[in-house]
Every structure is written in C-alpha cells, then in structure tokens.
C-alpha cells in the first residue's frame, strides 16, 4: 500500500478516537461544494452524526510530504474550508511547516504533527476490507458502536464507512455477519431478530439556495421504532 494512502488511514483513526458519539467520521469523502459546484474530496470529514447542522463540520487535510507544509498550502485549504462550509480545519503533516504557514493558519486552521515512528508503528491489518465486491482497496473505519437490547441481552453492532466507495457497513458481533448495504439498502443478519437495517437519500434542506441530501443508515426495530445510527452529507 502507498505511503500517503497509509497515513491518511492513519489520520482518519487518530480523528476517529478523538470525535465520536454525536460525530461521525467519514474517510475519503466526496461532497459537493456549494461554491465551486463541483464533488471536493477531503481526507477526513467530520460532521454531526444524527443531524444536518453544519456549525461543527471539519474537515482534515492530510499532507505526508518530504517538505514543510507552506502558506499557499494553508490558503488552498482554507478555500476548501470554505467551499464546503467547514468551520473548522486541520492540516496533518508529517514533516513540519513553514512560520508563515503557521502564521497563516490563525485559530481557525489547526497544524499538526505526526511522527515518523506513529506512521511506522501503525497497524492497518485491524481494518476490515471493503464487502462491496466492486471496491478494490477499501478498508472500513468503524466508529460506532450502538448495541441492540433483545429480551434483556445487547447484541453490539459495529458500523462504519469504507474509505473508497464510502458504502455504510454493518458488523453483527451476535452471528458474525459482516455487510455493505447501498446507498438505498436493507438487510438483515443471520441472528433473525427483530431488527433490521436500512439505508436512504434524504433531503436536508438547503445552502446557499441549493438542496443538499444525505445518506442514512437506520436501525428498525421489529416493534416499528427505528434509529438514525449514522448519516454521511452527499
Ligand atoms: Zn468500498
Ligand atoms: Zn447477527
């Protein structure tokens, strides 16, 4: 695996022990920009998991270079930041940056350092490969764990979002089951309970005049209630 491919997996794990709960992390993820209207990548998207708020949004920049990050490096993101409503952001570089850079950045833009040792030491194997068949080299990053309470008993799911083609993935640990559910999906695992899961587009108002939708992974109950467990903005 690419050195920069490795350490933007890192960066998307040290993000996702620090944001949890309320946020969800997305890996690699694709959003439109409501300036440039065009589908901006950007190596770590942190947003509000349950809701279409985007006063928490950041986003994360991962720069493994050989160089110390630079000023128009730092200006470049803060268009980024811009187009796709961030307010705050993050630049991870792994070999320092310029005092103009860090001058620049101001308290909206973070800079921060990863060693070389951090890189080395990371260990990629605990990451589950992509179960979208047409995906070649995703791996999933789980970041929630919700639990399911049956009769008294907690069946723990582990969901997540594969780093390529940005699928929801479900992790049963009652039977074992691993899934990649569609942008508009359901499925079920081998434990028949009465639960299911669900994925759908929805609507989530507009920006700048434009409708903006999102992906939702839901959990139904047998009983008809049902739970948003994670959302990623399209
Ligand atoms: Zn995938
Ligand atoms: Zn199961």
Redesign the pocket.
């Known amino acids: 695996m690419k050195e920069w491919r490795i350490f933007e997996r890192l960066v998307a794990l040290l993000t996702s022990d620090e944001y949890y709960d309320s946020f969800t992390v997305i890996p690699n993820a694709r959003i439109k920009g409501h300036i440039s209207q065009r589908k901006r990548q950007i190596d770590v998207l942190v947003d509000y998991r349950y809701n279409t708020d985007l006063s928490k949004r950041i986003i994360i920049d991962a720069k493994n270079r050989s160089r110390p990050v630079d000023i128009k490096e730092v200006e470049a993101f803060e268009g980024l930041m811009k187009d796709v409503g961030a307010q705050r952001g993050f630049i991870v570089c792994s070999n320092g940056y310029t005092k103009a850079a860090g001058r620049r950045a101001q308290d909206h833009i973070g800079i921060r350092l990863i060693s070389p040792e951090q890189i080395e030491y990371f260990d990629l194997n605990s990451w589950d490969k992509c179960r979208n068949l047409s995906c070649i080299d995703g791996l999933v990053l789980w970041d929630a764990t919700p639990g399911i309470i049956v009769e008294g008993t907690v069946?723990v799911q582990s969901t997540g979002k594969c780093d390529e083609c940005g699928k929801f993935h479900v992790w049963?640990w009652?039977?074992g089951?691993r899934n990649a559910l569609g942008k508009e999906d359901e499925w079920q695992?081998?434990?028949k309970?009465p639960w299911f899961w669900l994925t759908s587009i929805e609507p989530e108002g507009q920006q700048n005049e434009e409708q903006r939708e999102g992906n939702y992974l839901i959990l139904v109950m047998g009983n008809g209630t049902y739970e948003i467990i994670d959302r990623r903005p399209m």
Request: glycine letters at 22%; a neutral charge; charged letters at 0%.
């Open positions: 069946v049963c009652g039977c089951n695992c081998a434990c309970g």
